[in-house]
């Protein structure tokens, strides 16, 4: 049991920092169409702002800017796979490379980070998806830096305005320390990776949010019946080329550079695909000088980090990047293809695959090795519902009200209670087959049985357990009462971990 207790505090100590840095290849959809998807991923965050301010309480409708900045935040993000990144990863008005379940198992196998130990944490989270906004390609999880970590930097940002700093020096300060945490617990020292593209996305976050309140004209304004939108958002304002990690190269530890740079160097023959000519020429007119960048840089002259452009493609392939050659004649260039879709409708096709929901029973599994059970299998049914379009083989989030048995070498539970689990489930979408992040709240009923090691026999208990599930793995704790009567032993905290549910 101590074995397994400090072999799950080790993995649980390990994953958030792998798991919220989840791994994209852009390179991977290169000479590949994929349509922009702009108008849609904007139709989303503005109603998601309209419902934030919607539940406002009535007597609250004058409350803070901040205030309604919070609970907008709170409809985007959740447990470590964020709600905006679910939806774009299963919305099917957001094109996706690659796309379902079978896509993604080829994807799994193939792309830039497929090099992992079986044992490392990141083998059991998903890959991201690859979409396409304002023009530039990058994965989902760009989505979910720009709102987690980027209200971090906004924090960061406000606390040294509060401090006295200047806005640039405010701005610089709380870049310089989300570089700090991707050389440490969020990138570089738990998978090997120091994440570029993922400050950058961070750091647009941070000015994301700034909009929403501040500057000369935000997004929120507070009328006699309260607040409302002034302005829609539009991503454009915050997406680069530098989101895209095929442009933007990150930077790797010697280990995980030596698992990546072979397969980084089977795309060599893709530098010359005329679509990927197009988009890179096409980014470095975009692309601009960019705080982060230059942070980097400085940290690089420091000696500090490694040179992120060792780590590019063109650096590892034998023959120049076309991409780069003058054009003589510029008319000659194909301009990117996005004729867009009006923000009306695409604001009511979100509304309605929102709506269109099915109610099922989903099962779940589980193995546990546990006191007092000892090893213990288990089943649970949630009543859950889902968007009927989404095809949930790749991660989905159910909540729900569920019920649970599980029979042990040491005893048996029944536990009701109310779980939120993402995960992905077969193909029938009724069973979990792999939950990335989740926690449960029970009511337990155990009795013991057998006379195996420590566990009296013939006794039964009720209490309150709590579960969490990350990467797979899951821990719970519980504290129950003895209600067979009796003098002796009426309280028990009971525990464990194992695999699933």
């Not at 919070?70 to 919305?91: E, T």
Request: hydrophobic share 35%; net charge neutral.
């Amino acid at each position: 049991m101590r074995r397994l207790t400090a072999l799950l505090a080790v993995w649980f100590m390990a994953v958030p920092g792998s798991s919220f840095a989840l791994e994209t290849d852009q390179y991977y959809t290169w000479g590949r169409p994929l349509a922009d998807s702009t108008d849609v991923v904007n139709a989303r965050f503005n109603l998601e702002l309209e419902r934030a301010i919607v539940e406002i309480p009535q007597h609250r409708r004058r409350m803070t800017c901040r205030e309604v900045s919070v609970a907008y935040r709170k409809r985007l993000r959740s447990m470590l796979l964020h709600d905006i990144q679910v939806w774009a990863w299963n919305s099917k008005w957001v094109d996706r490379i690659p796309n379902g379940g079978e896509e993604n198992r080829q994807y799994r196998r193939t792309n830039l980070y497929s090099r992992h130990s079986i044992l490392a944490p990141a083998s059991w989270m998903p890959n991201t998806p690859t979409i396409e906004v304002a023009g530039v390609r990058f994965g989902t999880d760009k989505l979910a830096h720009m709102v987690s970590s980027g209200w971090i930097y906004y924090a960061d940002y406000n606390k040294g305005l509060r401090n006295g700093f200047t806005p640039e020096e405010a701005k610089r300060r709380a870049v310089r320390h989300g570089i700090r945490e991707e050389s440490q617990h969020l990138g570089m020292a738990t998978i090997g990776v120091l994440g570029v593209s993922d400050l950058e996305a961070s750091s647009a976050g941070m000015q994301f949010y700034n909009d929403l309140c501040d500057g000369e004209s935000p997004v929120l304004r507070l009328d006699e019946d309260g607040w409302v939108i002034s302005r829609p958002i539009d991503l454009r304002n915050y997406v680069t080329p530098r989101w895209d990690e095929s442009y933007q190269p990150q930077v790797y530890s010697k280990g995980r550079w030596r698992k990546v740079r072979p397969v980084l160097e089977t795309y060599c023959d893709r530098l010359d695909d005329p679509q990927v000519v197009e988009m890179r020429r096409r980014y470095r007119e975009q692309d601009s000088d960019s705080l982060v960048g230059e942070m980097v840089a400085e940290r690089v002259a420091e000696d500090k980090i490694s040179d992120p452009s060792q780590f590019a493609l063109e650096a590892v392939c034998d023959d120049p990047d076309p991409s780069r050659a003058v054009v003589a004649d510029a008319t000659d260039r194909t301009e990117a293809d996005s004729p867009g879709t009006d923000p009306a409708i695409a604001r009511e096709r979100v509304v309605g695959e929102d709506g269109d929901r099915r109610r099922f029973a989903l099962g779940l599994l589980g193995l546990k090795v546990s006191y007092p059970l000892l090893a213990s299998a288990s089943l649970a049914v949630m009543a859950t519902s889902q968007v009927r379009s989404y095809d949930c083989t790749t991660p989905c989030d159910f909540r729900g009200f569920f019920g649970q048995i599980e029979p042990g070498l040491g005893g048996g539970k029944l536990s009701l209670g109310w779980a939120r689990v993402t995960g992905n489930t077969n193909r029938s979408g009724s069973l979990l087959t792999a939950g990335f992040i989740g926690a449960a709240y029970k009511l337990t009923v155990l009795r013991t049985w057998g006379d195996i090691g420590n566990v009296e026999s013939g006794r039964t208990y009720a209490g309150l357990e709590f579960g969490l599930l990350l990467a797979q793995a899951n821990v719970g704790l519980g504290v129950l009462y003895r209600v067979d009567g009796g003098t002796d032993g009426r309280w028990m905290v009971i525990g464990g971990g194992g695999w699933g549910f």
